[in-house]
């Protein structure tokens, strides 16, 4: 209890928390100028979440994919890379799974493995793609990641049509049975929320994550390379191998995240006009989360939270949900500045002391 | 269908597209020479197309039409630059990571603008669609040359101001002291200091100067091609405008010759079309092109980019 406590009391959890109630209190003020009830507002946001077994299951199914991107742009920023490309490696994710799911005819304990498998390994060969483009011809991966998301997104929309269509629908054919990984039993004590096993297999990626970047020797040189690769270099490491590597294994976490939103979710891809803003708030999910795997799960959930009670917020407050935006930007805002928080918080802690002592 | 024509409609729809691109590229090379990392480009267009959008809409309802669109204009520059604030704050006065801080300005920018439109558009997701547009103008004497007339003296007058600019830029960040001081601060923060310069301030011009030029790349996208404003207008310009400023090696010159290339990619999209051999391709792999041709043209072609120096490092004085 007592080391709770302080971590609790430590700067590193401190500042979210902070940061967190300003972000809650400029969109309460934003509300206000606006002429909405804020308090009405965020107590529909939090019935919303909480008003039932269903919408805590839905929030928790909200919150997975989250974790997954967050923990894909956390992993290439570990190696000094910027994974802008979450949205592609999350479409051919979703692409692969879809492929499987659908084409092929398989026993349960093949297909649903298969089809997570092939939707993981198309994910990170679209980040591996960046990757050695960087280490080979010297690429900046911001700029591929970012062709490649659209490139994706086209690539994936020809599959469907071609092969995997629908007639008459704008979507693939429904994945078969054997390959959908919805967890029933927890879906029926959550009123049939769409609960699946991406729930259990994102927290053993969180797990992994930390095992491979600080307990193996890879991830010492992954790390190694985040920090210097020059050093790196000279101690004999090879750079680009692990550039390449870093943004293979991203892209497998953002794809996992497409995988089960198909097989866990929808159990169809649809033919898309935009991608779907997941890869997107990976970012800004590994960014809060100081890309740590903890801290990425905890973003994610605020993440999550927000967003499934946002549509609550305006249903019962009339407010447009996209002011949880506005409040999620606050909050990175806050952390990101941390220094300010810190300036205020100062004051505070060391007239706490001075009282203990006397 | 003769070829010279297809030509002439090419380069003129390639203008078109690029304008936008031209103009927050120039506004990224600004932010990112002084060393400021600008990923929030996206965000400063959307600022400055809804900015735009609105502007133009409630001083056309006030009357002065043919104004409304250069107010409209105004307020994008306006607005971006305000929204690029709370970057140049973060960044530079309370050292925050700028790629996070360009995240937030995205985050905020992407919310706050459809909140606005769906409060004063009584919860319509778009603004209502502007009558008082910019339309093209043609050059006198120069828009008579064959060809080349049409497909550049007649242009939105957006597009001219945008090549202006990039002579203009170009000039300032080359030939003039200002220029020097901002390199100096993108390369080397701690000898600039040394010798005087004003790093902080330097920086907070240059990023309020890449939101004000993002602002307008939007505001251009609104009040030429698409006369409303809602949350898909800008749908990833800002990062293929990042794209541009990256491809063109952080160069006015570099940058506007990318943003005209991912114009003509989009561009030949819609004309690949009209030839019978093409008839077969997908629609899909035609979409592709730019930025297949981009990847291509980056790993075979230009190969490695150098960044200013210090992009990215936030400027602290005790390490100097």
Same mark, same amino acid.
């Given at each position: 209890?007592?080391?709770?406590?302080?971590?609790?009391?430590?700067?590193?959890?401190?500042?979210?928390?902070?940061?967190?109630?300003?972000?809650?209190?400029?969109?309460?003020?934003?509300?206000?100028?606006?002429?909405?009830?804020?308090?009405?507002?965020?107590?529909?946001?939090?019935?919303?979440?909480?008003?039932?077994?269903?919408?805590?299951?839905?929030?928790?199914?909200?919150?997975?994919?989250?974790?997954?991107?967050?923990?894909?742009?956390?992993?290439?920023?570990?190696?000094?890379?910027?994974?802008?490309?979450?949205?592609?490696?999350?479409?051919?994710?979703?692409?692969?799974?879809?492929?499987?799911?659908?084409?092929?005819?398989?026993?349960?304990?093949?297909?649903?493995?298969?089809?997570?498998?092939?939707?993981?390994?198309?994910?990170?060969?679209?980040?591996?793609?960046?990757?050695?483009?960087?280490?080979?011809?010297?690429?900046?991966?911001?700029?591929?990641?970012?062709?490649?998301?659209?490139?994706?997104?086209?690539?994936?929309?020809?599959?469907?049509?071609?092969?995997?269509?629908?007639?008459?629908?704008?979507?693939?054919?429904?994945?078969?049975?054997?390959?959908?990984?919805?967890?029933?039993?927890?879906?029926?004590?959550?009123?049939?929320?769409?609960?699946?096993?991406?729930?259990?297999?994102?927290?053993?990626?969180?797990?992994?994550?930390?095992?491979?970047?600080?307990?193996?020797?890879?991830?010492?040189?992954?790390?190694?390379?985040?920090?210097?690769?020059?050093?790196?270099?000279?101690?004999?490491?090879?750079?680009?191998?692990?550039?390449?590597?870093?943004?293979?294994?991203?892209?497998?976490?953002?794809?996992?995240?497409?995988?089960?939103?198909?097989?866990?979710?929808?159990?169809?891809?649809?033919?898309?006009?935009?991608?779907?803003?997941?890869?997107?708030?990976?970012?800004?999910?590994?960014?809060?989360?100081?890309?740590?795997?903890?801290?990425?799960?905890?973003?994610?959930?605020?993440?999550?939270?927000?967003?499934?009670?946002?549509?609550?917020?305006?249903?019962?407050?009339?407010?447009?949900?996209?002011?949880?935006?506005?409040?999620?930007?606050?909050?990175?805002?806050?952390?990101?500045?941390?220094?300010?928080?810190?300036?205020?918080?100062?004051?505070?802690?060391?007239?706490?002391?001075?009282?203990?002592?006397? | 269908?003769?070829?010279?024509?297809?030509?002439?409609?090419?380069?003129?729809?390639?203008?078109?597209?690029?304008?936008?691109?031209?103009?927050?590229?120039?506004?990224?090379? +600004?932010?990112?020479?002084?060393?400021?990392?600008?990923?929030?480009?996206?965000?400063?267009?959307?600022?400055?197309?809804?900015?735009?959008? &609105?502007?133009?809409?409630?001083?056309?309802?006030?009357?002065? #039409?043919?104004?409304? *669109?250069?107010?409209?204009?105004?307020?994008?520059?306006?607005?971006?630059?305000?929204?690029?604030?709370?970057?140049?704050?973060?960044?530079?006065? +309370?050292?925050?990571?700028?790629?996070?801080?360009?995240?937030?300005?995205?985050?905020?920018?992407?919310?706050?603008?459809?909140?606005? &439109?769906?409060?004063?558009?009584?919860?319509?997701?778009?603004?209502?669609?502007?009558?008082?547009?910019?339309?093209?103008?043609? &050059?006198?004497?120069?828009?008579?040359?064959?060809?080349?007339?049409?497909?550049?003296?007649?242009?939105?007058?957006?597009?001219?101001?945008?090549?202006?600019?990039?002579?203009?830029?170009? #000039?300032?960040?080359?030939?003039?002291?200002?220029?020097?001081?901002?390199?100096?601060?993108?390369?080397?923060?701690?000898?600039?200091?040394?010798?005087?310069?004003?790093?902080?301030?330097?920086? #907070?011009?240059?990023?309020?100067?890449?939101?004000?030029?993002?602002?307008?790349?939007?505001?251009?996208?609104?009040?030429?091609?698409?006369?409303?404003?809602?949350?898909?207008?800008?749908?990833?310009?800002? +990062?293929?405008?990042?794209?541009?400023?990256?491809?063109?090696?952080?160069? *006015?010159?570099?940058?506007?010759?990318?943003?005209?290339?991912?114009?003509?990619?989009?561009?030949?999209?819609?004309?690949?079309?009209?030839?019978?051999?093409?008839?077969?391709?997908?629609?899909?792999?035609?979409?592709?092109?730019?930025?297949?041709?981009?990847?291509?043209?980056?790993?075979?072609?230009?190969?490695?980019?150098?960044?200013?120096?210090?992009?990215?490092?936030?400027?602290?004085?005790?390490?100097?």
């Amino acid at each position: 209890m007592a080391n709770v406590i302080r971590i609790m009391t430590k700067d590193s959890a401190l500042v979210p928390l902070v940061a967190i109630v300003l972000g809650l209190l400029v969109g309460a003020l934003i509300m206000l100028t606006g002429g909405y009830n804020p308090i009405t507002a965020y107590t529909s946001l939090v019935e919303k979440v909480i008003g039932d077994p269903y919408s805590i299951g839905e929030t928790v199914r909200e919150i997975t994919p989250l974790i997954f991107t967050g923990l894909s742009v956390a992993f290439a920023f570990r190696t000094g890379l910027f994974n802008i490309g979450g949205e592609g490696q999350f479409i051919m994710g979703m692409t692969g799974a879809t492929l499987v799911g659908v084409k092929l005819d398989l026993p349960f304990w093949l297909h649903a493995p298969l089809a997570i498998l092939a939707g993981a390994v198309l994910g990170g060969l679209w980040g591996g793609i960046a990757g050695y483009l960087k280490a080979k011809r010297g690429v900046n991966e911001v700029i591929t990641t970012i062709m490649l998301n659209w490139i994706a997104l086209y690539l994936a929309n020809y599959i469907i049509s071609r092969y995997l269509l629908q007639p008459g629908q704008q979507r693939s054919h429904l994945i078969r049975e054997s390959a959908m990984v919805s967890l029933r039993a927890l879906s029926e004590i959550f009123g049939n929320a769409r609960l699946h096993w991406g729930i259990l297999i994102v927290i053993l990626a969180a797990v992994a994550f930390y095992i491979i970047l600080w307990k193996t020797r890879q991830g010492y040189e992954l790390r190694a390379v985040g920090h210097s690769p020059y050093a790196a270099e000279y101690a004999g490491m090879s750079v680009n191998a692990n550039i390449v590597k870093a943004m293979f294994i991203g892209g497998m976490f953002a794809g996992l995240a497409g995988v089960f939103e198909i097989l866990g979710v929808f159990h169809y891809q649809v033919i898309a006009a935009a991608s779907p803003g997941y890869g997107f708030d990976g970012i800004a999910v590994a960014l809060l989360g100081g890309n740590h795997p903890l801290g990425v799960v905890l973003a994610a959930a605020l993440f999550g939270t927000l967003t499934y009670g946002s549509a609550g917020m305006s249903f019962g407050a009339d407010v447009p949900p996209e002011i949880v935006r506005v409040i999620i930007g606050t909050v990175i805002f806050f952390v990101a500045s941390h220094g300010l928080i810190r300036s205020v918080l100062k004051p505070l802690r060391d007239k706490r002391k001075t009282g203990e002592v006397t | 269908m003769d070829f010279l024509r297809i030509l002439g409609e090419l380069m003129h729809t390639t203008l078109v597209f690029s304008t936008a691109l031209i103009f927050t590229a120039m506004g990224g090379i +600004f932010s990112e020479r002084s060393g400021v990392v600008n990923i929030g480009l996206e965000g400063l267009m959307v600022s400055g197309a809804f900015a735009s959008a &609105v502007t133009a809409y409630y001083t056309e309802q006030a009357g002065f #039409y043919s104004l409304a *669109p250069w107010l409209g204009l105004l307020g994008a520059l306006v607005f971006g630059l305000l929204v690029s604030v709370i970057h140049a704050v973060a960044s530079i006065t +309370f050292k925050a990571n700028q790629v996070v801080s360009g995240v937030v300005i995205n985050f905020l920018a992407a919310g706050f603008t459809v909140y606005l &439109v769906k409060m004063l558009f009584a919860g319509s997701g778009q603004t209502e669609t502007l009558n008082a547009v910019f339309h093209k103008v043609a &050059v006198p004497l120069l828009s008579a040359i064959p060809l080349l007339g049409y497909a550049v003296f007649y242009a939105y007058p957006t597009t001219y101001l945008a090549l202006v600019l990039v002579v203009i830029i170009w #000039y300032v960040l080359f030939k003039t002291p200002f220029g020097l001081r901002l390199r100096a601060v993108g390369e080397h923060p701690g000898a600039a200091d040394t010798l005087g310069v004003n790093v902080s301030r330097i920086r #907070y011009i240059c990023v309020l100067l890449s939101g004000a030029l993002a602002g307008l790349g939007g505001a251009t996208i609104t009040l030429t091609t698409t006369s409303s404003f809602s949350h898909n207008t800008i749908s990833g310009q800002g +990062f293929i405008a990042l794209a541009a400023m990256i491809f063109g090696k952080w160069h *006015p010159f570099g940058a506007l010759a990318a943003a005209l290339f991912f114009g003509f990619a989009q561009a030949i999209k819609n004309f690949v079309q009209l030839f019978d051999w093409a008839k077969s391709i997908p629609m899909e792999f035609l979409y592709m092109l730019p930025y297949i041709l981009t990847i291509l043209v980056l790993a075979g072609a230009v190969g490695r980019a150098y960044p200013p120096a210090a992009l990215g490092e936030p400027y602290d004085p005790g390490k100097r």
